[in-house]
């Protein structure tokens, strides 16, 4: 079976650092995905990690440990544009598993 | 390059209607994906589409169903429509290239199921 936890939602301050956790137990696994998706679109592509450690892409960053199923999306220099649901989703085949998504709230 | 596109956008339907949702991958990419996105359930997979055939399905009823035309495109049907089918269906396509293949999403088909 596949079981991928994500916190519900986060809140954080405009310029700050936050961090967001996927844990995950899957049957397979060929990689690990984070998305965002802004409330009424689609979801687009921000990282994929298939080895361990910490893959980073300007602002955001993405972290994975496959021996502890664990991986975290860091998002550095809040704006308010980031203020949308994060999606961690496993890969297994060609058949992709998301969590439920971490809606996160940028504040002034 | 042009994105995902999915025709119509928005829908209305009663129970026990049928409907069937179309979706052109990115130029290129060989296999598409179906997904139906609900605030209860997240984002979950209905079944995967490669060189016209069903690759992986997901967990859905029979009525839930899809085909893969010769150019890619991809539509998916759902039959005798219940008010629980009231979703975001989205489709997704991936050049299929190994273990770093992407997938990219199209804007979603809302169903709405009266």
């Known amino acids: 079976g596949q079981n991928i936890d994500q916190p519900t939602e986060m809140t954080a301050t405009e310029g700050a650092i936050v961090q967001i956790n996927c844990t995950y137990q899957t049957s397979g696994f060929n990689g690990l995905f984070w998305y965002q998706q802004h409330a009424g679109e689609a979801p687009t592509f921000l990282s994929y990690n298939v080895l361990d450690g910490l893959e980073e892409k300007g602002r955001f960053s993405s972290f994975l440990s496959r021996s502890k199923g664990y991986s975290y999306l860091l998002l550095k220099e809040l704006q308010m544009k980031d203020s949308a649901s994060y999606l961690c989703?496993?890969?297994?085949?060609?058949?992709?598993?998301f969590g439920t998504g971490t809606q996160l709230k940028v504040e002034l | 390059k042009a994105g995902v596109t999915q025709t119509p956008r928005y829908l209305i339907k009663t129970r026990g209607q049928q409907v069937t949702l179309s979706c052109s991958p990115i130029s290129g990419h060989r296999s598409v994906s179906w997904y139906q996105q609900t605030p209860g359930q997240g984002l979950q997979f209905l079944f995967e589409?490669?060189?016209?055939?069903?690759?992986n399905k997901g967990n859905f009823p029979g009525r839930f169903s899809g085909r893969q035309f010769s150019n890619s495109r991809s539509e998916m049907n759902v039959s005798t429509l219940e008010l629980g089918d009231s979703a975001l269906y989205l489709c997704a396509s991936s050049a299929d290239r190994g273990d770093t293949d992407t997938q990219y999403f199209g804007p979603g088909t809302r169903l709405t199921v009266l």
């Open positions: 589409y490669f060189s016209e055939t069903q690759r």
């Open positions: 989703a496993v890969r297994d085949g060609n058949k992709l598993t």
